[in-house]
């Protein structure tokens, strides 16, 4: 528990320094990012923990994926992270787990997470954290229906999904179980 409260506060903090650096003022942020100032202040001090879809909207606005952006936070990265002190963010109010498996690396450009959302569940993206985001996806258990680029495809435990986005997306699971899938992301 202490771990994650840590990361909170380094996350809320890390997004204020991502602000500063780009003299931005709340309200110029707000502009950018859809999101009111009021939530964009109570964000920068700790107060609320961000949603995935806000926490999205940031990471396109900053221009980093989510997977980065958590990296920045968490202390030096191991060439091993093993399975018990991996990252893991959960939006309870839209049904998402993300687990960040492979040890981000600004060096690197490839990343591996694993997503859980429960039967129901269902989360967009304005626009990718990075315009030409290479994403594949394979799904290990369940199915996601997943729109990406204007195309809508059902991904079922097997299938895998690649593309580049360059728009909007979305993510839903029409259950009847959760759908369980990994990611492999490649930035440009």
């Known amino acids: 528990m202490r771990h994650a409260e840590g990361v909170a506060a380094r996350l809320a903090g890390r997004l204020a320094e991502l602000r500063l ?10 502009s950018r990012s859809g999101i009111s100032r009021s939530t964009l202040s109570r964000l920068e001090r700790g107060e609320i923990s961000p949603t995935a879809a806000l926490l999205g909207k940031l990471c396109s606005v900053y221009e980093r994926t989510m997977s980065r952006l958590l990296a920045e936070v968490e202390a030096e990265p191991p060439e091993v992270v093993r399975a018990g002190a991996q990252p893991v963010f959960t939006d309870e109010e839209s049904g ?9 690396h600004p060096g690197l450009r490839g990343e591996v997470v694993e997503a859980t959302l429960r039967p129901g569940a269902d989360i967009s993206y304005d626009a990718p954290p990075v315009p030409g985001l ?3 996806i394979w799904v290990l258990e369940g199915a996601v ?5 204007g ?11 690649r ?5 909007a997306s979305r993510f839903r699971c029409p259950g009847p179980s959760p759908a369980r899938y990994a990611i492999l992301v490649v930035l440009p």
Do not use: M
């Not at 650096?21 to 707000?30: K, Q, Y």
């Not at 593309?163 to 728009?167: K, P």
């Open 21 to 30: 650096e780009r003299g931005w003022s709340l309200e110029e942020l707000a």
């Open 96 to 104: 998402f787990v993300r687990r960040s498996v492979s040890p981000p």
């Open 134 to 136: 290479e994403q594949h």
């Open 163 to 167: 593309f580049r986005l360059w728009g």
């Open 145 to 149: 229906e997943i729109t990406a680029n």
């Open 151 to 161: 195309h809508t495809h059902t991904v079922e435990a097997g299938d895998c999904l």
